[in-house]
């Protein structure tokens, strides 16, 4: 590492934990230690934040607390809703996209293949996006119990479905629906007593808490059943001994983002029109691949021809102080193009890169990158 400050702009892939937060994680985990199962007063002062927790989540997105049930991501909030809707719900159909997160569309093929549902791939466009006549159509043709899995901001593309339409379809079709809003929450408002979405999934660390905690939300609670066997915690829906810090600070987080989220958003979205006009000012050959309509300011997906060392161009970035990703974090280990882009645009050459921006970010540093990249692409690195 060199002494130059470093230029973090993969918050899709994982954000910081908020400053305020850490200074408070030391005292909330000595002073809530207890077991929130324990009849005794530290057992009730631990129920007691774990409570209030669930009361602030609630409150946030306007639902009942029994609706919250805390998990340990969003990867377990995904697959609990999933072996739910088909154990509980006899779901017979799934339908959704090939460019889900893994922890949904992986989760659909297990089932298919253990042909307990059918599952249903819906086409999309370039951007990632469904068509919603298509999905009507498609839900019109299906006999028998279906839920709907489409993703609110895409974690690749940051494109945006309309969950209002999508879940109206639903409603009109009498099919569930579950959008993965692990990449949407905090940075969206979500009144989910209005809008028609069954289930929803969040992930602590997308949004400056803590790796290891995450929620979902169930409209029917009855529906979700136990991924795992245990004592029966989260009033029978998620055994094992609740993560309290974890749980606590995630409260803490999404506080913060809703109090300033307006201005957030504003200010982000700023650094991505900033950025999207400047990459294609530098006539490299840039292609930005988010959408200009219905996008999520904090993702910014873009496309570099090929050159002499463009594979290596993840590596020279972060040489040069800049954490970027060519994809979604998991398969990001090793530099690979994205599948979900080869998917998307299979005629494009050349490597995609995914900056996604915090508020913590700057114009100036934004230039630096652009400075960097005109560098590495014209080899005079
Ligand atoms: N869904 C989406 C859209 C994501 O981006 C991620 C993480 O990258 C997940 C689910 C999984 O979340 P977790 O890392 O908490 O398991």
Redo the contacts with the bound molecule.
Sequence with gaps: MTDRKRIYLDH??TTPVDDRIAADLQNIAFKFFGNPSSIHTEGVSARDLLESSRRMISNLFHCTTSQIIFTS????S?NTIFQSAIHDLGIEHILTTDIE?P??IQTALYYSNQQKIKLHILPVDEFGLVSMDILEEKLKAIKGKCLVSL?H?H?EIGSTHPLNTISEICINHQAFFHS?T??GIGIYDYHLDSLGVDFI?A?A??FNAL?GV?FLFARTPAAIHCMMHGGGQERDKRSGTENLLGISAMTQALEYKYQSRVDDFQYIDELHQYMRKKLVDLDLGIEINTPQKNYCPKILNFQIPEYRGSDMLLINLDIAGIAASGG???SSGAEKPSGVISKLKPLTKGRSVRFSFSTKNTKEELDYCLYTLDKLIKKKY
């Design positions: 899709a892939a991501c969003g990867t377990e995904n997160h922890s949904v993703m901001v974690n993965d692990v990449q999934s992930s660390h997308k790796k995450g979604s974090a998991c």
